[in-house]
């Protein structure tokens, strides 16, 4: 496996960024724009074989409302693998780190993903959320029922966490999860 670069969106490139939005967007046929722009503002690992970028991840700061409290979220967006070098390591080289900075910065990491990616996240130790989720909006808490059964979670402090219980995420464009 070749090396995993770890940055800080605004210490990126400019054509380092292109080259990952390009990369979900070969990955995933429904990538939008909001999709991206999720992606951005937060820490990046990258892996790459022989220079070429094959995999991407982002971790980015959200607020999660669940038993009463805000959590400090680390929300993993944007994990991609070229088709043509998947079950390789490389979603592992890229979760590895980023899963890191999330046990130093923050009470929780969370996420969303589709059916294909569960098992990867459960056999890293990643939770399946259990109870129903909601999002905070303008118009107050709103349930997401698409998105339950794809919210998956990191405990990372000594708080307890119901994971049968309602969970709400911020507001945001785009998918809320």
């Given at each position: ?8 969106t605004g210490q990126l490139p ?161 998918d809320l999860w």
């Amino acid at each position: 496996m070749g090396r995993v670069e770890v940055a800080h969106t605004g210490q990126l490139p400019a054509q380092l960024l292109d080259g990952a939005h390009a990369l979900l967007e070969d990955v995933f046929d429904d990538l939008t724009d909001a999709d991206w722009q999720h992606c951005l503002g937060g820490m990046h690992a990258l892996a790459f074989e022989d220079d070429v970028l094959v995999a991407h991840a982002a971790l980015v700061q959200r607020s999660l409302l669940h038993g009463g409290r805000t959590w400090r979220t680390g929300y993993v967006e944007g994990v991609a693998v070229r088709p043509d070098v998947q079950r390789r390591g490389h979603g592992g080289a890229v979760m590895a780190p980023l899963e890191q900075i999330a046990r130093r910065a923050y009470d929780l990491a969370a996420l969303a993903t589709s059916d294909a990616g569960a098992a990867f996240y459960a056999s890293r130790g990643w939770q399946l959320w259990q109870g129903p989720t909601c999002a905070l909006t303008p118009e107050g808490v709103v349930r997401t029922p698409e998105d339950d059964d794809a919210v998956f979670v990191l405990p990372l402090s000594s708080d307890p966490l119901d994971l049968h219980a309602r969970i709400v995420c911020d507001w945001r464009e785009g998918d809320l999860w």
